[in-house]
């Protein structure tokens, strides 16, 4: 190592690690010297850490005046080097910006990849979640500006077709018309900012101005330009004080992903949302919540205002600082810790961001995973391809149902669930009711039918009885007999005493979870519709002129005992006489 670590000084800075003189690693501190010697003066736990000392054969570093100057610099050096072992979002497919470029004759152009989201190269002006090439399209029908790709700082000899087709006024050719340019580049600005009004009294005034000095065929022209902003431009865009106002970001850690979530925000209105996964397989990281809405951002616009969750809050001068370094405009950050608008945005961008975790664990490569490490753990005799997971549900022996769910190759197949009406017994007693289901199910079932496993909603009892009578069959070799116990998840297989315990984040337990889980939604429902029947039925049968046909219609109509009892009269009389509806009444007063 050509550095020696003691001389390293205890400023704040930026480190940079390289294993022949090429940097693998990049990290900014408070205190170089004693955040470079944490590397090497402790046995560390993480085997990436390991991995990355073992490879360093020199360090460099560089001083900054503060935490946020080496949080900026260290930013700038992982997007320069990107070094293997920091962790950096890849470049993400995002909804469509439209840009006007920075250079003279500014020309309009439609950017969707977030890497080309560079404020010194020109304004953008979205995101659009749909109508970005027919906004720019009609913008250029209005404005004849160019998109093209032709250097401005030269001059052409002619030209291109656009020019005779009246598209744009030729500014690779004719560059006495700079003022004449920069007037529609300010008006179309004017316009996707949400200010089109005020650029069309413009427009009105300069059209006046032409009439009066007898410029009829100038002054038609702006007059069709006028009508066609306000019956084509404008109803395309919302009307806009500040054109991005407010970021709702979210975030969370599950095993080795980050899982990201930005809703974009509009006047009060969203208008795109954004999910980014980052894999920190093999990264190293310090801190990851500085890290994540850091590194997001100086790949994706950053807008005004910014929500997060208030156990970020201790963040909120370091994040700005960086942020406002990449932007013109004042960012605040926002830390909602009462009921208020900005609360419930965060947690609607929660409720997006665990329905994009469920997601990405559905995806085929992800569940193949988990499927193969079931097979393989629990040395199954088949592959798991179709598993059929049982639940009863009950209160007290009452209306007690069983159900079945249904998953293939890990994602549930509702068209195949099954519910089953118990008929053995009126009293509690789960092990008897699970034997009657399993008969009913698998006693005359062909075993080409037969499921690679059954997974039972419970621990070692319910598993043993459900193998003797698979026994008793004859079609216990047929499938592979688990089941899961609901509070330690502990995974039980049949004939063998001691449980299997898989990690939580990991995809092979959440399969089960899941069918389980459907299991008990789909009996919890039929067994809540039985007993509501039951609870009506018994509640109306006392009432005088009430029978089948009328309890039905009272029923269907009012869903529950209650709303029929708290109807008023005149609503009961649209269904039943007025005898019956005053016995409902009188009925209630009892009850």
């Keep these: 190592m050509s550095i020696n670590i003691i001389d390293i000084p205890e400023n704040p800075g930026v480190y940079i690690m390289k294993k022949k003189s090429i940097v693998i690693y990049v990290g900014k ?57 920091n962790i950096a979002l890849k470049d993400q497919k995002t909804y469509p910006y439209i840009k006007i470029g920075n250079e003279k004759f500014p020309s309009l152009t439609i950017v969707r990849s977030t890497r080309y989201l560079d404020d010194k190269k020109g304004t953008y002006y979205g995101p659009y979640p749909h109508g970005a090439w027919n906004l720019k399209k009609t913008l250029l029908r209005i404005f004849n500006i160019r998109d093209c790709n032709r250097d401005m700082n030269k001059k052409y000899l002619k030209p291109c077709l656009k020019y ?15 003022d004449e340019y920069s007037f529609k580049i300010e008006g179309i600005k004017k316009i996707l900012k949400g200010n089109g009004k005020e650029y069309i009294t413009e427009l009105q005034y300069k059209m006046l101005s032409y009439s009066e000095k007898m410029k009829f065929e100038e002054a038609l022209i702006l007059r069709n330009q006028i009508e066609e902003l306000k019956n084509s431009t404008i109803s395309q865009i919302t009307e806009l004080k500040n054109y991005i106002d407010e970021d709702s970001f979210v975030y969370k850690k599950i095993d080795e992903n980050i899982f990201i979530l930005v809703l974009s925000y509009r006047e009060g ?47 909120k001068e370091l994040i700005e600082g960086y942020l406002n370094r990449y932007s013109e405009k004042n960012i605040e ?3 909602p810790k009462i009921k208020s608008r900005k609360q419930e945005s965060l947690h609607m961008a929660n409720l997006n961001l665990e329905k994009d975790i469920e997601s990405y664990y559905k995806k085929k490569s992800v569940v193949e995973e988990g499927l193969l490490q079931l097979y393989k ?35 549930a197949k509702k068209s195949e669930y099954r519910k089953y009406k118990i008929t053995c017994k009126d009293t509690p007693d789960d092990f008897a009711m699970m034997e009657e289901v399993i008969i009913r199910r698998y006693s005359k079932l062909e075993e080409s039918e037969f499921p690679d496993m059954i997974l039972i909603d419970g621990g070692m009892g319910q598993i043993n009885i459900v193998g003797k009578i698979l026994e008793k069959l004859g079609k216990l070799h047929l499938i592979d007999l688990l089941s899961l116990a609901k509070k330690e998840e502990l995974i039980f297989k049949y004939g063998e005493p001691t449980p299997y315990i898989f990690d ?88």
Excluded at 297 to 304: A, E, G, L, Q, V
Aim: net charge positive; proline share 2%.
């Design 29 to 85: 501190a408070k205190n170089l010297r004693n955040r470079v010697l944490s590397y090497f003066n402790r046995e560390h736990e993480n085997a990436k850490t390991k991995e990355l000392v073992k490879n360093i054969d020199d360090i460099e570093y560089i001083l900054c005046n503060s935490e946020l100057d080496a949080l900026v610099l260290e930013n700038n050096l992982i997007k320069q080097y990107s070094p293997k072992y």
């Design 164 to 178: 005779y087709m009246h598209f744009c006024i030729g500014p690779c050719v004719y560059k006495d018309i700079e």
């Design 333 to 335: 950050l926002f830390f």
């Design 377 to 411: 753990e629990l040395t199954l005799k088949k592959y798991p391809r179709r598993i059929e997971c049982f639940d009863i549900s009950n209160i007290s022996g009452k209306d007690a149902v069983a159900s079945m769910s249904v998953a293939i190759e890990g994602v």
């Design 504 to 591: 939580f984040s990991k995809e092979a337990l959440k399969i089960f979870q899941r069918v389980r889980d459907e299991a008990h939604r789909f009996g919890v429902t039929y067994h809540r519709k039985l007993r509501n029947k039951r609870v009506l039925s018994s509640e109306l049968d006392v009432i005088k002129g009430i029978g089948e046909k009328r309890k039905l219609l009272l029923i269907s109509k009012f869903d529950s005992i209650k709303n029929i009892f708290q109807a008023d009269l005149e609503q009961l009389k649209k269904i039943v006489p007025l005898k019956v509806a005053l016995a409902i009444k009188k009925h209630e007063k009892k009850v």
């Design 269 to 315: 209105k969203i208008i795109g949302k954004n999910s980014v996964t980052i894999s920190l397989k093999g990264k190293i990281y310090e801190d990851l919540n500085e890290m994540i809405i850091t590194t997001y951002y100086s790949k994706n616009f950053i807008p005004k205002n910014i929500v997060l969750d208030s156990s970020l809050e201790k963040y």
